[in-house]
């Protein structure tokens, strides 16, 4: 149900269960977002050098897990059998030059079309025979021995020949293709977007070959307006629920109504104070007054609804169902308000409705020493109670209003950048949120996942509408870390050693502590981000203009 209006501005930690350590210390929200949390991870790095783009392309047959090609079943069967010559790039020098065209393409993406001269893919082909004639045991010859030509390729077989020939010649052009694109290609974002029956079939008839390859590339960030983010003026807006009185409030009633007992209302409709269980179904209207589209964000079913905490719900939802009574059904309109969280939503009318299936009310024991120890235990007075739970919530509300600042920054240099965002990033951010939003779920507690709802969950086509449905949430944090991280590099921010090696040294210890598996690497890759957040975070609050507002 996400009815209840929660101000980006004012929202809780979530703690990444992976690096425990560094999240309690660091005040950056960096890697978290109101609807889903970043696994952490830096985000993609270039490929430094054609020789690491040739490292990359031996990870699977030739071209391994780390790029796509079209028609590549059958490819990819017979890239596994084939012979393989590894050579680095300096020393594998071609007998001619490779003719590469570059066009940029949408998305930070750039198209390189390739023309393998005849003299080269001569070259893999005979390479191809000869180390067919080194695994081959040809009856009549002795081994390693020279084999004519048409003994070995009739012995092997002209087509496994052939598409033996035309994989040597994408693994040794490859990563020559790729030097004009040095330093700025993402890992992982390689395609050959030719189809490699149509490669087979060109080269056996031209003894030439001509493919595409589409690569992401670092995408280049534009500051609008230019550094617009020396002299920010910040507005942060505060809502009540961070109030450090008002939050003491509201947790001595909710441990005062945890101790009374919900008995059924039978003779009267809801009123303030009672606990509903109903469900909720939403529809938007449109201009002409007709039905439009279900709201799935809007809808629930058995939802608990505690009338107390109705200020927290869309407005005016709580005063449309006063009154209603179990087994009831009501229908109203409401217009969602323009600070909605989701932007898709402000100022759109809608209708809704709500049946009420269970109505509660609370026998509330007397309020007075005698449940001290039973509202926090330890206490002896209300008095003390109250003090202590004042005490909690001051220092919450300083934590909040500290994030509620970092938040406001972060969201306003976010939309100070235009940037394309590579799919392959898109999806590799998106894909490193849902896991941890499953990571999170398990660590919770609140909730187990057995093996069926854990592939359930991991499937490929729920991964794929987790994207499609947080792909505002995703483009927004990595506009966000593409941001922090340009800032990080413009103004010489930096960290010392001493900081890194402590904080990774801890988040480890806590993977440890936990039985958890870990990758050194990586785990410092992603402290290094979270310190790099935490600079520009200090060095923008420094020259920004900060003013406080309550809602």
Same mark, same amino acid.
């Given at each position: 149900?996400?009815?209840?209006?929660?101000?980006?501005?004012?929202?809780?930690?979530?703690?990444?269960?992976?690096?425990?350590?560094?999240?309690?210390?660091?005040?950056?929200?960096?890697?978290?977002?109101?609807?889903?949390?970043?696994?952490?991870?830096?985000?993609?790095?270039?490929?430094?050098?054609?020789?690491?783009?040739?490292?990359?392309?031996?990870?699977?047959?030739?071209?391994?897990?780390?790029?796509?090609?079209?028609?590549?079943?059958?490819?990819?069967?017979?890239?596994?059998?084939?012979?393989? %010559? &590894?050579?680095? !790039? +300096?020393?594998?020098?071609?007998? /001619?030059?490779?003719? @590469? =065209?570059?066009?940029?393409?949408?998305? *930070?993406?750039?198209?390189?079309?390739?023309?393998?001269?005849?003299?080269?893919?001569?070259?893999?082909?005979?390479?191809?025979?000869?180390?067919?004639?080194?695994?081959?045991?040809?009856?009549?010859?002795?081994?390693?021995?020279?084999?004519?030509?048409?003994?070995?390729?009739?012995?092997?077989?002209?087509?496994?020949?052939?598409?033996?020939? %035309? &994989?040597?010649? !994408? +693994?040794?052009?490859?990563?020559? /293709?790729?030097?004009? @694109? =040095?330093?700025?290609?993402?890992?992982? *974002?390689?395609?050959?977007?030719?189809?490699?029956?149509?490669?087979?079939?060109?080269?056996?008839?031209?003894?030439?070959?001509?493919?595409?390859?589409?690569?992401?590339?670092?995408?280049?960030?534009?500051?609008?307006?230019?550094?617009?983010?020396?002299?920010?003026?910040?507005?942060?807006?505060?809502?009540?629920?961070?109030?450090?009185?008002?939050?003491?409030?509201?947790?001595?009633?909710?441990?005062?109504?945890?101790?009374?007992?919900?008995?059924?209302?039978?003779?009267?409709?809801?009123?303030?104070?009672?606990?509903?269980?109903?469900?909720?179904?939403?529809?938007?209207?449109?201009?002409?007054?007709?039905?439009?589209?279900?709201?799935?964000?809007?809808?629930?079913?058995?939802?608990?609804?505690?009338?107390?905490?109705?200020?927290?719900?869309?407005?005016?939802?709580?005063?449309?169902?006063?009154?209603?009574?179990?087994?009831?059904?009501?229908?109203?309109?409401?217009?969602?308000?323009?600070?909605?969280?989701?932007?898709?939503?402000?100022?759109?009318?809608?209708?809704?409705?709500?049946?009420?299936?269970?109505?509660?009310?609370?026998?509330?024991?007397?309020?007075?020493?005698?449940?001290?120890?039973?509202?926090?235990?330890?206490?002896?007075?209300?008095?003390?109670?109250?003090?202590?739970?004042?005490?909690?919530?001051?220092?919450?509300?300083?934590?909040?209003?500290?994030?509620?600042?970092?938040?406001?920054?972060?969201?306003?240099?976010?939309?100070?950048?235009?940037?394309?965002?590579?799919?392959?990033?898109?999806?590799?951010?998106?894909?490193?949120?849902?896991?941890?939003?499953?990571?999170?779920?398990?660590?919770?507690?609140?909730?187990?996942?057995?093996?069926?709802?854990?592939?359930?969950?991991?499937?490929?086509?729920?991964?794929?509408?987790?994207?499609?449905?947080?792909?505002?949430?995703?483009?927004?944090?990595?506009?966000?870390?593409?941001?922090?991280?340009?800032?990080?590099?413009?103004?010489?921010?930096?960290?010392?050693?001493?900081?890194?090696?402590?904080?990774?040294?801890?988040?480890?210890?806590?993977?440890?502590?936990?039985?958890?598996?870990?990758?050194?690497?990586?785990?410092?890759?992603?402290?290094?981000?979270?310190?790099?957040?935490?600079?520009?975070?200090?060095?923008?609050?420094?020259?920004?203009?900060?003013?406080?507002?309550?809602?």
């Amino acid at each position: 149900m996400e009815l209840c209006v929660i101000s980006t501005t004012a929202t809780a930690k979530t703690i990444n269960p992976f690096l425990p350590s560094i999240t309690r210390r660091v005040n950056s929200r960096l890697f978290q977002s109101d609807s889903v949390l970043q696994f952490g991870g830096r985000l993609k790095k270039p490929i430094s050098s054609p020789l690491e783009m040739s490292c990359v392309s031996r990870n699977f047959g030739f071209l391994g897990g780390s790029m796509s090609i079209r028609g590549g079943g059958d490819f990819r069967l017979f890239a596994a059998a084939s012979p393989a %010559v &590894e050579t680095s !790039l +300096k020393e594998d020098k071609l007998p /001619a030059d490779l003719k @590469v =065209t570059e066009t940029v393409q949408a998305n *930070s993406s750039v198209k390189l079309s390739v023309e393998v001269p005849a003299i080269v893919c001569e070259d893999c082909y005979q390479r191809v025979l000869t180390e067919f004639m080194k695994l081959s045991k040809v009856p009549g010859f002795r081994p390693k021995t020279r084999v004519p030509e048409n003994i070995i390729v009739g012995f092997v077989g002209r087509q496994y020949v052939l598409r033996a020939t %035309v &994989e040597s010649i !994408l +693994k040794r052009t490859l990563p020559h /293709a790729m030097e004009s @694109v =040095t330093g700025r290609a993402l890992k992982d *974002s390689i395609q050959i977007v030719s189809s490699f029956p149509d490669m087979e079939k060109a080269y056996s008839k031209l003894k030439t070959l001509s493919y595409e390859v589409v690569v992401d590339v670092v995408p280049e960030l534009r500051w609008n307006p230019e550094d617009g983010y020396k002299n920010m003026k910040v507005v942060v807006e505060l809502g009540d629920e961070i109030d450090a009185k008002k939050a003491c409030e509201r947790q001595l009633r909710q441990k005062y109504k945890s101790l009374g007992a919900l008995k059924i209302v039978t003779d009267r409709g809801l009123q303030v104070g009672d606990l509903a269980v109903v469900d909720i179904s939403a529809t938007t209207i449109d201009e002409d007054g007709s039905t439009g589209q279900a709201i799935p964000d809007a809808e629930s079913k058995g939802f608990h609804f505690d009338t107390e905490e109705g200020n927290r719900l869309l407005p005016g939802f709580l005063d449309s169902i006063i009154g209603i009574r179990a087994g009831e059904s009501k229908s109203f309109t409401l217009v969602f308000p323009e600070s909605w969280k989701q932007e898709s939503l402000r100022g759109q009318r809608a209708q809704f409705t709500v049946d009420c299936k269970e109505l509660f009310y609370r026998d509330l024991p007397t309020l007075d020493d005698s449940l001290a120890d039973k509202l926090l235990p330890g206490c002896t007075t209300l008095k003390e109670v109250e003090e202590t739970l004042a005490k909690r919530c001051q220092e919450m509300e300083q934590e909040a209003k500290e994030q509620a600042t970092d938040n406001a920054i972060l969201d306003q240099i976010r939309k100070m950048v235009e940037v394309e965002i590579p799919q392959s990033l898109f999806e590799e951010q998106g894909r490193q949120f849902y896991g941890a939003r499953l990571l999170e779920i398990q660590a919770s507690g609140n909730m187990k996942l057995n093996e069926d709802q854990l592939a359930s969950l991991s499937s490929q086509k729920a991964v794929n509408e987790f994207l499609e449905t947080q792909r505002e949430s995703i483009t927004n944090i990595i506009k966000q870390n593409l941001a922090v991280g340009d800032i990080f590099k413009r103004e010489n921010l930096e960290f010392s050693t001493d900081e890194l090696v402590k904080e990774v040294e801890n988040s480890i210890s806590e993977f440890k502590k936990h039985k958890q598996e870990y990758d050194e690497e990586r785990v410092k890759d992603q402290v290094q981000e979270i310190l790099e957040g935490a600079k520009v975070l200090e060095w923008l609050k420094d020259r920004a203009e900060i003013q406080y507002i309550t809602r």
